[in-house]
């Protein structure tokens, strides 16, 4: 089974559109993280968040925000006003005990933002 | 501030060949992990070393090895070189082994003709 989902493979929006990008994970252990990573068409990995399962608090970054629901197992990601710069394969990430917290990754979101 | 440092940033080799992937990580950084990322595909962890020691292993291939020398810089040698193996390599760096804290290379494109 897959610890990670991110069921949207690709999405497409205009520019200026707020787009979420859905991640849903599964893990057993009570102490865990996650991670969101931007990956643009250079190939870098940049991070962009991590957070651990006792903070459940949202998180707003400039025009990236993050919702995250220990009840639904989700860790959301909103772009507010999206660019063309904003456009990369984003990819969810979960670290936990039992996976000796080695990154689990999901299979990532492609976002295109048209101008 | 410094960053961690992979080079070379692209290599080409032809199938059969050997290569060597080099990782210098931040300073004060002890522990080094290795991963590959296929066309389209997610990163996959190979490897990780901290204090000059393998402390994790993932999918790396048998024809692959990795060490970690004294400086702490890391190198991932790939022998018999297969098509398949065309990939992004990233190297990333942490404390302690703590992975949850690691920062990540740029990355090696590592080409197979």
């Known amino acids: 089974a897959q610890k990670v989902t991110q069921a949207q493979t690709e999405i497409s929006v205009v520019e200026k559109e707020d787009v979420t990008l859905d991640c849903v994970y599964e893990?057993?252990?009570?102490?865990?993280?996650l991670f969101w990573y931007k990956q643009p068409p250079s190939g870098e990995l940049v991070f962009l968040i991590r957070r651990n399962s006792f903070d459940e608090q949202n998180e707003i970054s400039g025009r990236y925000s993050w919702n995250f629901q220990k009840s639904t197992s989700s860790f959301n990601f909103t772009i507010t006003a999206s660019q063309v710069v904003d456009s990369a394969v984003y990819f969810c990430a979960l670290s936990e005990a039992e996976s000796n917290y080695q990154l689990i990754w999901g299979a990532g979101t492609k976002l295109i933002i048209k101008p | 501030a410094a960053g961690v440092i992979q080079s070379p940033r692209h290599l080409i080799k032809e199938k059969r060949e050997t290569a060597t992937l080099k990782c210098y990580p931040i300073p004060r950084h002890d522990t080094v992990y290795w991963y590959q990322q296929g066309p389209g595909q997610d990163p996959q962890f190979l490897i990780s070393?901290?204090?000059?020691?393998?402390?994790d292993k993932g999918s790396i291939p048998d024809r692959f090895s990795a060490q970690q020398f004294s400086d702490y810089h890391s190198e991932l040698n790939m022998s018999s070189l297969e098509l398949g193996d065309s990939a992004l390599y990233f190297c990333?760096?942490?404390?302690?082994?703590?992975?949850?804290?690691?920062?990540f290379g740029q990355g090696t494109r590592l080409t197979v003709v």
């Open positions: 070393f901290y204090e000059k020691m393998q402390s």
């Open positions: 893990t057993r252990d009570t102490t865990y993280y």
């Open positions: 990333a760096s942490s404390l302690r082994d703590r992975v949850t804290e690691a920062f």
